[in-house]
């Protein structure tokens, strides 16, 4: 079954603990994002990813991190978790987009994982 | 003014009838469309997509994007209790390459029995 898997579901932590959220995806896509999901600020990109090894900063980048070693996973990296990172996170991934001059738009299409509520205390 | 903006509802509608969800955006963005729906507490998963001016049609569903306006829409027919939740428009962002994606704040829908 073509998915985007997300772990852990739930995480609640404590203030400065690193901690990581895994995604992968099992439908080859080269492109794979990173969400937040506030009440009232809707959903901001954190970090994207274009293809292995490359990454750049979407919204709201500040407190997290990435990396892209292999084609099918893009964890995101929480050094030192601060409450105003709760909240709820979304991996989402893609064949590619408008800029990789892929023809095809539904390549276009981004498909969600289920989501990690994250809680720091 | 927001590359992508909705009205966040609610919107009531009553069972049976066409619901009706708008978003408007700006020149910053592609002409490549996306509708998704999103129960509460749930992933956003993606109904429609449209790239050209005009409708398109899948099942109770029709997109609808007016270029010359700056709007797209997303008709619902025979609306259903089921179909209560919010509804999220994205669209790529020009000034990134088209590289990122960008979502509008979303639209509640209520149907009521």
């Known amino acids: 079954e073509a998915q985007v898997t997300q772990n852990p579901r739930y995480l609640i932590t404590v203030t400065g603990k690193k901690l990581t959220v895994t995604c992968s995806q099992n439908m080859n896509h080269e492109y794979m994002s990173w969400y937040r999901q506030d009440p009232g600020l809707g959903l901001r990109q954190i970090y994207y990813s274009m293809n292995v090894e490359v990454t750049d900063k979407g919204d709201v980048p500040e407190g997290y991190k990435v990396s892209r070693k292999e084609k099918r996973n893009f964890p995101l990296i929480l050094e030192s978790p601060s409450p105003n990172q709760t909240s709820l996170y979304f991996c989402?991934?893609?064949?590619?987009?408008?800029?990789?001059?892929?023809?095809?738009?539904?390549?276009?299409?981004?498909?969600f994982g289920p989501g990690t509520r994250l809680t720091v205390t | 003014q927001k590359e992508v903006e909705q009205n966040s509802g609610p919107l009531s509608v009553p069972e049976g009838a066409i619901a009706s969800l708008n978003c408007t955006y700006s020149?910053?963005?592609?002409?490549?469309f996306f509708w998704y729906r999103q129960y509460s507490g749930k992933s956003p998963e993606l109904i429609m997509s449209i790239y050209s001016n005009g409708d398109k049609e899948d099942g109770r569903f029709t997109a609808q994007l007016n270029k010359a306006s700056q709007y797209v829409s997303l008709l619902i027919r025979d609306s259903q209790p089921s179909d209560s939740a919010t509804y999220l428009c994205a669209a790529f962002l020009g000034n990134t390459g088209f590289q990122k994606l960008v979502f509008g704040t979303g639209t509640r829908l209520l149907v009521s029995p």
């Open positions: 989402a991934s893609s064949l590619s987009t408008p800029a990789s001059g892929t023809s095809g738009r539904a390549s276009y299409e981004q498909y």
């Open positions: 020149d910053r963005v592609s002409q490549s």
